[in-house]
């Protein structure tokens, strides 16, 4: 009954954001995209992704639409709006500034 | 904002959608653990790991949907309503309790809403203000007409201005003869209140002249009662005290003005149609006062200003009658309500009070019931309810009681204030004016929620955070002590409470027990006055016949069994009418204008009227029969005049002059003081000096006014009023067109004199009676609850030895003691409130604001009530039988 603690949510964000810019997807897609490519480093609760997905749609970064699958069940398909490219952009350059000082942090002695 | 806007209005849709959307997820996974070698269940506890609580899930997503509140709010509020039905017993006692509480402060918030805070019934009221001229002894004095019409003239600070005097009309012709009330006002008086004809027209400027017309307008009463209301009668022509007017207009005789005589207005007639010659004397006060609008953009200091100009010009060019006056200005409003309105606002402080006894009492309820729903509350917080959320949903309980419990009090004040004020008018200024409107219906909305938050937000505060695991343990009886400690505090406030308001009541009680037993100066028991009108023809009879008539009113009405003195009056009464005159002593220079000379106030009467009043004669004699027109002019003048002008004891024999060197009286004897100007505020009046002269010796100009409308006083033995019918008779054996009118008692004089302090009373005295009842149910709430909780302990040590009265001593002790802190915080709170309420000390009389005797009443009377209130309880836990209370957990 928690939020991931794992995660800040903020970073999630940054995540679905990324992987929607490769292509509309459906929740569960999202899920195991996100699993696959940080090769199972990042293990999100899976279900603490609709929080996320309702609210960044809610903000208007990512749009939703109802789509057949390809095995012909109807799915809701998210997708990447103007809006959230540039947000995109902004919340990945914020990460590389962030981690990049945390390493410089951590390196130095 | 589309999905906004969706999720709330089409929220079962989107949910649903939910729904589908994570059940495809859930199926997706398990699809695929099943293709990984999974069997179907495992699966399914695989997929559901993986994802995480789905109903947690949905709760948060649904969460970022926003309009969250909104559906809490809906959910809390159909809880709510269920949980009110459960215990109704509680519920019922809950909402009489703030009825009453919200109900009071409403009702007396439509009271101070209609008195105070509504402006006046006229167009632009804020520009209205009252005239009136001041002399050097008087500065609210009546303006003469003379000076009226030139000030009218000559102002550049008034758009309009009016003046107005009451008067009678003896109405004959149209049915019964009828003695009817009526307003002798000017032309601007009623295009200035904006008041429009219901029928013809208002009087024209040239009809303000002194003596030339005769016109009257009529009420829309008299229209109804003499005429049906008919629309012809315009210009048919009535008969008043004999003499021939015709009707010009109808309009309302129902006008809240600072003039006392408006409520009930039949006549109205333009001043310069007033028959006593004295109108056109510069120097007469005829009880004229004006009311004027400022001009546009003109300040009432600017207008103050223009004023002075104005009567400093009258000064320079009638210097022996108007040197020394000048011109009181004040806004009408204030002039209306400024005398009540520190009182009104102490008893709003005071009602208050009451509310918070009473939201005190619901918390204290509330706080009982909150361990009944220990339980409930573990288990939802068990369920992942989180304390905010709790807490909102008892105070929407709160809210919701307190709502209910409002609309009832609002219903209460409503029917209460109507009562009320029909009962009771002459004690409020603008009284017709106070109702229910939406200021009071918003107030009265926003104080049940205030009141709902105030009470709801301990009880709520305290059981939410309950103890979960000790609760839901078996048999967890939660945590009693410390409840019931808040229980206490909050009690013992209100007792405080309850204190300083009893307090309040008893030393205003005292102040009206102490100004009852102050002497008038003369007896007012088995006096009545009333008005006499002879018959119209008298109007226009001689001198000689009038007073012939009169003295054989006189001699009809004193040979009627049971009457034991009747005399006349004309001018001033005591605490009823006033009329004051300037004069010098013989033997001192002759001032040089009236506002120079000396002011006293001037009864003019019978021969027996001390033996009617009971006034002490106190040095020489009063009239007899041989003082008349023909004999020397004399005068009695009061202990006052006497001392402040013949201090040396020797005024009898002494001569003095009134207004001119031809009007010269000798003082034949030596009256008791009356406190004309009120029990309580004589003393403070500048105007006490008294002459008394002989009707009469009254110049023939006056007798030929008196036939219209002469002040009678009778003494009787035994019940007054039932003397009247006698006194009826007599008058009609003598002259069947003789009408009497307007009679009261002096009994009702005195008292309506004291009519602002009886209000107080009467509300300080309900309030605290309330508070105390509040108070008391109270302390028997928490008391029969802590038995209720203690019972094991009871039986306990019953077991152990105790006897019954030990335990009732327990009970008793603790509620008393509670009460006692209760009586000591009220003390220290009330000693420093007196101090700081100035307001309240004017309403105190004869009684110091720390005055121990009633503090020390007050103190036993509630230690009463508490014993009272403790001692059913605590019979109740005598009764409990050891087996009984050991026994059930």
Redo the contacts between chains.
């Keep these: 009954m928690g939020k991931p603690n794992d995660l800040v949510q903020g970073t999630l964000d940054l995540l679905i954001l990324k992987t929607l810019s490769l292509g509309p997807k459906h929740g569960w897609a999202i899920a195991k995209r996100i699993q696959q490519i940080s090769r199972e480093v990042l293990q999100v609760q899976q279900g603490s992704l609709y929080p996320a997905l309702h609210r960044l749609e809610h903000k208007g970064w990512i749009r939703a639409k109802w789509a057949e699958t390809e095995t012909g069940r109807e799915a809701k398909f998210y997708s990447l709006t103007a809006a959230g490219r540039a947000q995109l952009g902004k919340e990945s350059a914020y990460w590389s500034r962030l981690s990049a000082a945390i390493n410089l942090v951590v390196e130095t002695e | 904002m589309w ?2 806007l969706r999720a709330l209005f089409r929220r079962d849709r989107v949910a649903r ?2 729904d ?3 059940q ?2 859930l ?3 398990i699809a695929e653990n099943i293709a990984s070698g999974m069997n179907r269940q495992e699966a399914r506890y695989a997929a559901l790991r ?5 109903t ?3 709760e ?2 649904q ?4 309009w969250v509140w909104l559906e809490n709010f809906g959910q809390d509020l159909r809880y709510g309503l269920r949980m009110l039905g459960k215990p109704p017993g509680f519920t019922a006692v809950a909402i009489l309790t703030l009825a009453l509480g919200i109900g009071a402060n409403t009702a007396l918030f439509s009271i101070v809403n209609g008195v105070l805070l509504n402006p006046l019934p006229f167009p632009d009221p804020s520009s209205l203000v009252t005239v009136a001229a001041s002399k050097p002894n008087f500065i609210t004095g009546s303006i003469s007409y003379p000076n009226f019409l030139d000030w009218h003239r000559i102002n550049q600070c008034f758009s309009f201005f009016a003046v107005s005097r009451p008067s009678g009309y003896l109405l004959t012709g149209v049915g019964d003869a009828e003695e009817l009330n009526a307003a002798l006002i000017t032309s601007d008086f009623f295009p200035m209140l904006g008041v429009k004809p219901v029928l013809g027209r208002s009087f024209t400027p040239e009809e303000d002249q002194i003596g030339i017309s005769d016109v009257v307008a009529i009420s829309t009463d008299l229209w109804q009662r003499k005429f049906g209301s008919s629309t012809d009668v315009i210009g048919k022509g009535i008969s008043l005290d004999g003499k021939g007017y015709t009707i010009v207009g109808v309009f309302p005789g129902h006008l809240d003005l600072p003039m006392r005589y408006f409520s009930s207005v039949d006549i109205y007639a333009p001043l310069g149609e007033f028959r006593n010659p004295v109108l056109s004397n510069r120097l007469a006060g005829l009880g004229i006062h004006g009311i004027a609008r400022l001009k546009p953009g003109v300040t009432i200091e600017q207008a103050r200003t223009d004023m002075q100009r104005v009567t400093n010009y009258m000064a320079q060019t009638y210097p022996d009658a108007d040197k020394g006056t000048g011109a009181t200005i004040i806004q009408m409003k204030e002039s209306m309500v400024g005398g009540v309105r520190s009182s009104l606002l102490l008893l709003l402080g005071a009602v208050g009070l009451v509310l918070l006894i009473a939201c005190v009492n619901v918390a204290n309820l509330l706080l009982a019931r909150g361990t009944g729903r220990s339980r409930e509350v573990a288990v939802r917080s068990a369920l ?1 309810a989180g304390t905010s959320r709790l807490v909102r949903q008892m105070l929407t309980e709160s809210v919701l009681l307190a709502m209910l419990g409002g609309a009832l009090g609002l219903a209460l004040a409503a029917f209460g204030t109507r009562v009320a004020l029909t009962e009771l008018p002459a004690m409020l200024p603008r009284a017709s004016e106070v109702g229910v409107d939406a200021r009071v219906l918003w107030f009265s909305v926003l104080l049940s929620l205030c009141a709902g938050i105030l009470f709801g937000l301990v009880p709520a505060l305290r059981t939410a955070r309950g103890n979960t695991y000790e609760t839901l343990k078996e048999g967890g009886r939660g945590a009693v002590g410390s409840r019931h400690r808040t229980q206490g505090a909050l009690v013992a406030i209100q007792m405080a409470m309850a204190l300083v308001l009893l307090t309040g009541a008893g030393l205003v009680i005292r102040s009206l027990a102490q100004l009852w037993n102050v002497d008038p100066g003369f007896n007012p028991d088995n006096i009545l006055t009333f008005n006499l009108a002879l018959s119209p023809q008298m109007n226009s009879a001689s001198p000689g016949a009038i007073r012939v008539a009169l003295r054989n009113f006189d001699a009809a009405i004193a040979a009627v069994p049971g009457v034991e003195a009747e005399s006349f009056y004309w001018g001033a009464l005591p605490m009823y009418a006033e009329d004051d005159t300037s004069f010098w002593v013989a033997g001192q220079p002759q001032p040089a204008s009236q506002s120079a000379m000396n002011g006293a106030l001037s009864y003019t009467v019978g021969p027996d009227y001390l033996k009617v009043m009971r006034i002490p004669l106190l040095a020489g004699r009063f009239f007899t029969d041989r003082d008349d027109e023909h004999s020397k002019p004399v005068v009695v003048v009061d202990q006052v005049l006497a001392q402040k002008y013949f201090p040396n004891g020797d005024a009898v024999g002494k001569v003095i002059y009134q207004g001119s060197p031809d009007n010269a009286f000798e003082i034949i004897g030596i009256v008791g003081h009356v406190k004309q100007w009120g029990l309580d505020t004589d003393a403070q009046n500048s105007l006490r000096s008294q002459f008394y002269f002989s009707v009469r010796q009254f110049p023939d100009s006056i007798i030929t006014l008196m036939p219209s409308n002469t002040g009678v006083v009778v003494r009787s033995s035994g019940n007054i009023l039932g003397r009247m019918d006698s006194i009826r008779r007599a008058s009609d054996q003598l002259n069947k067109d003789e009408v009497i009118s307007g009679v009261v008692t002096m009994h009702q004089i005195v008292q309506s004199s004291l009519a602002p302090r009886r209000f107080a009373m009467m509300l300080l005295g309900s309030f605290a009676a309330l508070a105390l009842l509040l108070a008391g149910v109270g302390l028997y709430g928490v008391t029969a609850y802590a038995v209720g909780q203690r019972t094991n302990e009871m039986g306990i040590r019953m077991a152990l030895g105790a006897q019954k009265r030990d335990v009732f001593r327990l009970v008793v002790g603790q509620g008393l003691r509670l009460a006692l802190v209760g009586v000591a915080i009220g003390a220290t709170a009330t000693l420093m409130l007196v101090r700081l309420l100035s307001s309240f000390s004017q309403l105190l009389y004869g009684v110091g604001g720390s005055d121990p005797v009633t503090l020390a009443a007050v103190a036993i009377v509630l230690l009463g009530v508490a014993f009272l209130a403790c001692y059913i309880p605590a019979r109740r836990a005598m009764r409990v039988a050891p087996i009984v209370a050991l026994r059930y957990e």
């Design positions: 999905l906004r959608e939910l589908d959307e994570i495809f997820h199926d997706q996974q993986a994802f995480g609580n789905p947690v899930l949905k948060e997503t969460d970022t949907w926003g992942g």
